[in-house]
């Protein structure tokens, strides 16, 4: 009997969320609509959500709304609002805050920590002698405002949003223009977009446009909806007519990336049936879905601006009218000649030989060229070749990777059953998550009805204060750039699975005043690296001997390993080998042949040049590792073996392992021992100078009496490369502090 009862709760809760589901609204005003047919979960009986689960999963922190908390008041008068929720929240709980660390580390940490890279010897010497009020905040400006910082900030992103330079699946083929998105994120966190802004123009940046950009930053715009294409794309499912099958997985993937990334929602789990633990429904899935049905790939638009535009169309009519002339002339040789063929050709009749047939046929470019008079020839010649060059000056429009709406074709969105794309069943529209958000949005088309408006829609309410899940989403992903681990450690669930936030007041005020001072990540950053928290030393009493206490007293436990990009970083940096460059096309690393012919893609080239390994001159191999290639079926090995996630989810968080091909990497590898040698060669002088000018290159610090002499005596037996090759294994260059 009970049973019975649930199913049919079951049934008429799915069916009221069809109902106001298929309901969506299009006219001009807000998004949301000023008469809710429902309320919130906690104020209406009727909400589905509430319906679905009889009143349970109501609990959730993160469905509270955000609400800003007054700062404890501390005795000591600590001005910042960070150091005055942790230190009073450890001092409650009797916990003894960490020590402070010493300036070089904290400089050392902070570069390291915005920009990837570490602080020379000289910049932590001006640091350290700094005795000015201000000279942890200068420190700080300075790292926000190199370009390095950029580079760095951006590959925290792209973790989460599974940036990759190739499809994935089988043929894994290279997206000649997907470098762009990722160019556009270094220079959105170099220039300190708002965030709202950051959001709004990876969902709907080309739903900004009102036609042809007519700036960089309307440019960027369309670069942007590169967020929308990056996810994995079954290139070969045409062929076997399964192109409903990669269209779903598409609009999945995309569903379910937008809602971890930037909501900490795990909508995966509810794509197949109701979520287990979370109050979602399978329907909000589809709903959220239903926003991305009118997107296609827009690979042939143009993202020039609108003069650059205007100046090609004019500079190729000329060309085309030289081409035109030219082609004309080459016509008329052609017509002449094959008039006097005619004359001299056999009348045909019925009873005409195949071989009077073939002569009397119109004649090839060659056969007329071969029985024209020298002059002619040469004449035809010469125009040949002009009309070639001039073709090869016509200019063509620069493309993106990036998605626009087709507003006729409109896929319909409805609940799969299980999850499978065959298995269609109830329709639904456009809907944000029915336990806070059960009615329909309003949704202005744009672009004089040449684009839905739905993503639009979507990007406003992702940044809407009546959303509970961006700012403190967002928000926890900076904190765990500084500290390795968010306030919530679980950055992509704040669902029931994941984890509480261990302050949560802290992280409602660092949210509300985020958005209020204008979603400025840079000036979030400068409070919290400025912070006495920020200042304390990592804790650690070794493995498995730390209790909760001793963790929790410190806002950084234990010691930060480097990520694979800024190990391969800091190694050139130290050898003088690092390049800087402004973007561009991906580097490709010379890779070995066992590698390559381990992948049978690479064996299966095309004329398009999409499927093989490309590699860049050495030269210009030794850039920032943004800046490489990072195909989905094929990690570069150094990457792999420091730990760098595949990127065909989305990445909340590194994993970090201390394992023996690190250390092989590091002693044995191609890239170490270049940079060994370079750095070896670099330093002169004898040994006790060599070691003095070696641990303030790779350190930023002088050698003790003990260290110098050690490394003598071990150069009395070892090459000054093994030595560099010594040091860079060490932990403290492979740890941030």
Same mark, same amino acid.
């Given at each position: 009997?009970?049973?019975k009862?649930?199913?049919?709760?079951?049934?008429?809760?799915?069916l009221?969320?069809?109902?106001?589901?298929?309901?969506?609204v299009?006219?001009?005003?807000?998004?949301?609509a000023d008469?809710?047919?429902f309320?919130?979960a906690?104020?209406?009986?009727?909400?589905?959500?509430?319906?679905?689960?009889?009143?349970?999963?109501?609990?959730?922190?993160?469905?509270?709304?955000?609400?800003?908390?007054?700062?404890?008041?501390v005795?000591?008068? +600590?001005?910042?609002?960070t150091?005055?929720?942790?230190?009073?929240?450890?001092?409650?709980?009797?916990?003894?805050?960490?020590?402070?660390?010493?300036?070089?580390a904290?400089?050392?940490?902070?570069?390291?920590?915005?920009?990837?890279l570490?602080?020379?010897?000289?910049e932590?010497?001006a640091f350290?002698q700094?005795?000015?009020?201000?000279?942890?905040?200068r420190?700080?400006?300075?790292?926000?405002?190199?370009?390095?910082?950029?580079?760095?900030?951006?590959?925290?992103?792209?973790?989460?949003?599974?940036y990759s330079?190739?499809?994935?699946?089988?043929?894994?083929?290279?997206?000649k223009?997907?470098?762009?998105?990722?160019?556009?994120?270094?220079?959105?966190c170099?220039a300190?977009?708002?965030?709202?802004?950051?959001?709004?123009?990876?969902?709907?940046?080309?739903?900004?446009?009102?036609?042809?950009?007519?700036?960089?930053?309307?440019?960027?715009?369309?670069?942007a909806t590169?967020?929308?294409?990056?996810?994995?794309?079954?290139n070969a499912a045409?062929?076997?007519?399964?192109?409903?099958?990669?269209?779903?997985e598409?609009?999945?993937?995309l569903?379910?990336?937008?809602?971890?990334?930037?909501?900490?929602?795990?909508?995966?789990?509810?794509?197949?049936?109701?979520?287990?633990?979370?109050?979602?429904?399978?329907?909000?899935?589809?709903?959220?879905?239903?926003?991305?049905?009118?997107?296609?790939?827009?690979?042939?638009?143009?993202i020039?601006?609108?003069?650059?535009?205007?100046?090609?169309?004019?500079?190729?009519?000329?060309?085309?009218?030289e081409?035109?002339?030219?082609?004309?002339?080459?016509?008329?040789?052609?017509?002449?000649?094959?008039?006097?063929?005619?004359v001299?050709?056999?009348?045909?009749?019925e009873?005409?030989?195949?071989?009077e047939?073939?002569?009397?046929?119109?004649?090839?470019?060659?056969?007329? +060229?071969?029985?024209?008079?020298?002059?002619?020839?040469?004449?035809?010649?010469r125009?040949?070749r002009?009309?070639?060059?001039?073709?090869?000056q016509?200019?063509?429009?620069?493309?993106?990777?990036?998605?626009?709406?087709?507003?006729?074709?409109?896929?319909?969105?409805?609940?799969?059953?299980?999850?499978?794309?065959?298995?269609?069943?109830?329709?639904?529209?456009?809907?944000?998550?029915?336990?806070?958000?059960?009615?329909?949005?309003?949704?202005?088309?744009?672009?004089? !009805?040449k684009?839905? !408006?739905?993503?639009?829609?979507?990007?406003?309410?992702?940044?809407?204060?009546?959303?509970p899940?961006?700012?403190?989403?967002?928000?926890?992903?900076?904190?765990?750039m500084?500290?390795?681990? !968010?306030?919530?450690?679980?950055?992509?669930?704040?669902g +029931?699975?994941?984890?509480?936030?261990?302050?949560?007041?802290?992280?409602?005020?660092?949210?509300?005043?985020?958005?209020e001072?204008?979603?400025?990540?840079?000036?979030?950053?400068?409070?919290i690296?400025?912070?006495?928290?920020?200042?304390?030393?990592?804790?650690?009493?070794?493995?498995?001997?730390e209790s909760?206490?001793?963790?929790?007293?410190?806002?950084?436990?234990?010691?930060?390993?480097?990520?694979?990009?800024?190990f391969?970083?800091?190694?050139?940096?130290v050898?003088?080998?690092?390049?800087?460059?402004?973007?561009?096309?991906?580097?490709?690393?010379?890779?070995?042949?066992?590698?390559?012919?381990?992948?049978?893609?690479?064996?299966?080239?095309?004329?398009?040049?999409?499927k093989?390994?490309?590699?860049?001159p050495?030269?210009?191999?030794?850039?920032?590792?943004?800046?490489?290639?990072?195909?989905r079926?094929?990690?570069?090995?150094?990457?792999?073996?420091?730990?760098?996630?595949e990127n065909?989810?989305?990445?909340?968080?590194?994993?970090?392992?201390?394992?023996?091909?690190?250390?092989?990497?590091?002693?044995? !590898?191609?890239?170490?021992?270049?940079?060994?040698?370079?750095?070896?060669?670099?330093?002169?002088?004898?040994?006790? +100078?060599?070691?003095?000018?070696?641990?303030?290159t790779?350190f930023?610090?002088?050698?003790t009496?003990?260290?110098?002499?050690?490394?003598?005596?071990?150069?009395?037996?070892?090459?000054?490369a093994?030595l560099?090759?010594?040091?860079?294994n060490?932990?403290e260059?492979?740890?941030?502090?």
């Amino acid at each position: 009997m009970n049973r019975k009862r649930s199913q049919w709760v079951y049934r008429i809760a799915g069916l009221l969320i069809v109902l106001f589901a298929m309901n969506t609204v299009v006219a001009d005003g807000p998004e949301i609509a000023d008469e809710p047919e429902f309320g919130d979960a906690w104020t209406d009986p009727r909400n589905p959500i509430r319906v679905l689960f009889r009143g349970e999963r109501l609990d959730l922190w993160s469905l509270q709304p955000i609400r800003r908390p007054a700062p404890p008041i501390v005795s000591d008068g +600590m001005e910042s609002p960070t150091d005055a929720f942790l230190e009073t929240a450890w001092r409650e709980a009797g916990y003894e805050p960490a020590p402070q660390m010493d300036r070089s580390a904290w400089i050392q940490r902070a570069t390291l920590d915005l920009t990837g890279l570490r602080a020379n010897q000289e910049e932590v010497d001006a640091f350290v002698q700094d005795a000015s009020p201000d000279a942890y905040e200068r420190v700080v400006d300075r790292l926000l405002a190199s370009p390095a910082y950029g580079e760095h900030s951006a590959r925290l992103w792209l973790d989460v949003v599974r940036y990759s330079d190739s499809n994935g699946f089988d043929w894994d083929e290279f997206r000649k223009n997907a470098w762009r998105y990722r160019d556009w994120v270094v220079r959105a966190c170099n220039a300190d977009l708002p965030f709202d802004r950051f959001v709004t123009m990876q969902l709907a940046g080309d739903e900004l446009l009102s036609g042809p950009p007519r700036n960089a930053d309307e440019q960027d715009c369309l670069i942007a909806t590169g967020y929308l294409r990056l996810g994995p794309y079954d290139n070969a499912a045409k062929l076997f007519n399964e192109q409903d099958r990669a269209r779903v997985e598409v609009l999945t993937d995309l569903t379910e990336t937008t809602a971890s990334a930037m909501l900490g929602l795990t909508m995966s789990c509810c794509r197949c049936h109701d979520h287990k633990t979370d109050p979602l429904s399978q329907a909000d899935h589809y709903r959220l879905r239903a926003f991305f049905a009118a997107t296609r790939f827009a690979d042939d638009l143009s993202i020039d601006t609108l003069d650059v535009q205007q100046a090609r169309e004019s500079h190729n009519r000329r060309i085309q009218a030289e081409i035109d002339e030219r082609n004309k002339a080459i016509e008329s040789l052609r017509e002449q000649e094959n008039k006097r063929k005619q004359v001299d050709a056999p009348k045909l009749s019925e009873e005409s030989t195949t071989e009077e047939l073939a002569q009397a046929k119109p004649p090839s470019d060659a056969e007329l +060229m071969s029985s024209l008079s020298a002059e002619d020839r040469e004449t035809w010649e010469r125009l040949a070749r002009s009309i070639a060059s001039l073709t090869r000056q016509l200019q063509h429009p620069e493309t993106g990777l990036i998605m626009t709406d087709d507003s006729v074709a409109i896929d319909p969105i409805h609940v799969l059953f299980q999850g499978d794309h065959r298995a269609a069943r109830e329709l639904v529209e456009p809907g944000f998550p029915s336990v806070l958000f059960p009615n329909p949005p309003r949704i202005e088309t744009v672009h004089e !009805g040449k684009s839905t !408006g739905r993503r639009l829609a979507l990007a406003r309410w992702i940044c809407s204060p009546e959303n509970p899940w961006t700012a403190r989403v967002a928000v926890n992903r900076v904190w765990q750039m500084c500290f390795g681990q !968010g306030l919530v450690v679980t950055p992509n669930d704040f669902g +029931m699975t994941g984890s509480p936030p261990t302050q949560p007041e802290l992280l409602d005020y660092l949210a509300c005043q985020w958005t209020e001072r204008g979603w400025s990540t840079k000036d979030l950053l400068r409070q919290i690296v400025t912070s006495n928290a920020y200042r304390r030393r990592a804790i650690s009493g070794g493995r498995g001997q730390e209790s909760d206490a001793t963790r929790w007293a410190s806002a950084r436990v234990n010691l930060k390993r480097l990520s694979a990009e800024q190990f391969r970083d800091c190694v050139l940096q130290v050898s003088g080998l690092l390049q800087h460059r402004a973007g561009g096309p991906p580097i490709w690393p010379t890779l070995s042949e066992d590698i390559l012919k381990s992948n049978p893609a690479f064996l299966d080239d095309n004329e398009t040049k999409t499927k093989g390994w490309y590699p860049s001159p050495d030269a210009e191999q030794s850039v920032r590792s943004i800046y490489l290639v990072q195909k989905r079926n094929l990690r570069l090995p150094w990457m792999e073996t420091f730990d760098q996630p595949e990127n065909t989810l989305s990445c909340p968080k590194r994993e970090t392992s201390i394992v023996a091909p690190q250390a092989l990497s590091l002693m044995n !590898g191609e890239l170490a021992s270049q940079a060994a040698s370079s750095l070896a060669r670099s330093l002169v002088g004898e040994d006790k +100078m060599f070691v003095t000018a070696l641990f303030e290159t790779v350190f930023s610090r002088r050698p003790t009496p003990e260290e110098s002499d050690r490394c003598r005596e071990f150069l009395e037996r070892q090459s000054r490369a093994t030595l560099v090759l010594v040091l860079i294994n060490s932990n403290e260059f492979a740890f941030i502090p």
